[in-house]
């Protein structure tokens, strides 16, 4: 058993295909417009307002419709507007999954009640560290951040497991890490698919389609992504009376190999996407 999307639990129960999976969630993308996007097909906002948004939201934590409000581009009576035509249209999975035909109105209720089941004892509000990690809160801290520049600048869409004790990171296709020197000494690594990150990649370049960059640009946007969660890391810091200076980021081609020194502990806090790929946070702290 693990954390994991409804659609990722009916593939692996074998109830649809991987390829039925796939096109249900396309079908969702396209009918699911982020707040801008929708904002924008309201004639509330422009394009130039969204980036505008988009880019602010790099630098303050703060959901998007609440910053387009403060920055002035958008009225609150328009933001309610966007928010109730969001959640009239959303397509949820299991819908989408019907309309492609994958399966059947009638055993969708099945299915979710199954699913519920299966996820129970992963349900939670909040991130809960080990005992004995030095520096909890911040390690809170740095996951709560990670998880909304996920959603806020990545817009990604996807579920967090717990958080374990390990010694070193989960395999995975590449990584970034910064280093934090100061007050708290730690090192941040941030793991990601090759697919997942041409997503990432496609938020943090503003592009459609990202296919045809070079593998050296699509790996820079991974190293700005988390230069902008660490940026907001170290200002929440601050606000706490700790120090913590930021070193330039690297890529590290080998996540798995990455080990934790004496003195340190090590936290992971894997990430589930909703088409079964997989990030992971891991810190190093002490």
Known sequence: MAVKFFGQFLVEKRIVSRESLLEAIRLQESVNLSFGDLAIAMGYMSQQDVVRVNQAQRSQDERFGDLAVKLGVLTEDRLQQVLVQQKSTHLYIGEALVRVGALSEADLPRHLEDFKEDQAPYMT???????????????????????????RVAR??????????????APNDIGAVITFSGDIQARYLFTISRFAQK?????????????????????????????????????RAAQFGKRMEINPP????????????????????????????????YITIR
């Open 199 to 235: 997503k990432l990649a496609a938020a943090m370049l503003n592009q459609a389609d990202v296919g045809e960059e070079p593998q050296e640009i699509l790996d820079d946007t991974v190293m700005e992504f988390i230069n902008v969660v660490c940026g907001n890391i170290a200002a």
């Open 250 to 281: 690297e890529i590290v081609a080998a996540p798995e190999m990455v080990k934790i020194e004496p003195g340190e502990t090590g936290l992971s806090f894997p990430v589930c996407y909703t088409d079964g790929e997989h990030s992971e946070l």
């Open 125 to 151: 509000e909040r991130v809960k560290i080990p005992s004995g990690t030095p520096h909890p809160e911040m390690c809170e801290i740095i996951a709560d951040l990670t998880y909304k520049m996920l959603t």
């Open 156 to 169: 990604l869409t996807f579920r967090p497991e717990q958080c374990l004790l390990s010694p070193n990171p």
